[in-house]
Nanobody, 123 residues
Framework: QVQLVESGGGLVQAGGSLRLSCAAS????????AGWFRQAPGKEREFVAT????????RYAESVKSRFTISRDNAKNTVFLQMNSLKPEDTAVYYC????????????????WGQGTQVTVSS
């Protein structure tokens, strides 16, 4: 079992930045690929970014590419999402997820989820 706890969300103006963190506990985190997903009100949960076990490979949704950066520090069992140039359409609850095996863009591929952290971008 892996427990995930997100932090770092909040209210920011358009054009601003936030850094989300996801702290993992329970199992050795470098055995798991990690991902960030988000869900806006009335919408399905969608892929944002994913990173492989060793942190050497990343993938992004087109809507966030060049603005968001996913990274991980396995020594600290933490995954990060640096979000720059935020837009109102980035407003959502952001979830961290983990899975054993390769990274994936699919919600259903992930075994473990955090409780989410709210990100609100005002115009």
């Amino acid at each position: 079992q892996v427990q995930l706890v997100e932090s770092g969300g909040g209210l920011v103006q358009a054009g601003g930045s936030l850094r989300l963190s996801c702290a993992a506990s329970g199992r050795t985190f470098d055995n798991y690929a990690a991902g960030w997903f988000r869900q806006a009100p009335g919408k399905e949960r969608e892929f944002v970014a994913t990173i492989n076990l060793g942190g050497t490979s990343t993938r992004y949704a087109e809507s966030v590419k060049s603005r968001f950066t996913i990274s991980r520090d396995n020594a600290k069992n933490t995954v990060f999402l640096q979000m720059n140039s935020l837009k109102p359409e980035d407003t959502a609850v952001y979830y961290c997820a983990a899975r054993s095996g390769p990274s994936s863009v699919w919600v259903a591929a992930y075994d473990y989820w955090g409780q989410g952290t709210q990100v609100t971008v005002s115009s």
